[in-house]
């Protein structure tokens, strides 16, 4: 496997193989193992250069394991000792990208997850952590454009979450109650359409209890929705929303 990626790339050109995987015929140049995580964070192995250093980091999801490594890598080949990047990697924070947030008990992860590949990624890490606890997922779709991931955000709903909230999401020329129904035909678990998304955030954590857990997708970070074809509103984000329904004098842990 690695040879054929060796084979592709043009003469000169430095290449650094790496893997969850080691082949005696083939061999990486550096291999990541014994990954483990939890709701601290996540601990690896990283083999390279002769040596095995664990690494740290408060990220967690099982692919970030690789996103690091990418990273730790190109640095070391830069001349970035390696302590210098494990004391780099262990406190990061990506805005909107797997945040999680105690809301007075409840669990809540906002994450830009949009299609079936990052839907799967988000939830199999999520539910890796709450593997039993009653998990509502809020969804939707753009419009205008990529019309079977109105049919992947149902189908994905049905596989990990207990309960599905279907809202806006940059819905274009198109009407997010029309989206939302289109999304819905796919769902097989409890379901409300709410077409304003701060108003569905809220009903969601109106409607939870502690120990819930409630997945937030599709926006991340962001802080404008998409309407109409050339127009968008400004969007305070999901997390303001959650935190201004915790008030602003509650106390609240987001990393």
């Given at each position: 496997m690695y040879d054929r990626v060796r084979e592709s790339v043009p003469e000169g050109v430095k290449v650094i193989l790496f893997g969850q995987k080691q082949y005696d015929h083939d061999p990486a140049d550096a291999v990541i193992g014994n990954v483990q995580m939890g709701m601290s964070g996540l601990t690896f192995e990283l083999s390279y250069r002769g040596?095995?250093?664990t690494i740290h980091t408060n990220l967690v999801g099982k692919f970030n394991a690789e996103n690091i490594t990418a990273a730790a890598l190109a640095a070391l080949e830069l001349g970035v000792d390696i302590d210098t990047v494990k004391s780099s990697v262990k406190e990061l924070f990506i805005p909107g990208r797997l945040n999680f947030v105690e809301a007075n008990g409840r669990h809540v992860i906002i994450d830009y997850a949009h299609n079936h590949m990052s839907y799967s990624s988000l939830f199999r890490t999520i539910r890796s952590i709450y593997p039993t606890d009653r998990l509502t997922a809020l969804v939707g779709a753009m419009g205008d454009k990529a019309f079977g991931r109105r049919r992947e955000a149902g189908q994905m709903t049905n596989v990990y979450?207990?309960?599905?909230?279907?809202?806006?999401?940059?819905?274009g020329s198109e009407h997010p109650a029309k989206i939302g129904s289109e999304i819905a035909r796919y769902v097989h678990k409890l379901c409300k359409i709410v077409?304003?998304?701060?108003?569905a955030i809220r009903y969601i954590l109106d409607k939870s209890d502690p120990g819930d857990v409630i997945v937030l997708t599709g926006k991340g970070a962001e802080k404008t929705l998409r309407v109409g074809r050339n127009s968008v509103r400004p969007y305070a984000g999901d997390l303001e929303i959650v935190k201004a329904w915790l008030r602003t004098d509650m106390t609240i842990d987001a990393k």
């Open positions: 040596r095995t250093d979450a207990d309960r599905v909230v279907i809202t806006e999401q940059d819905s077409p304003r998304r701060e108003a």
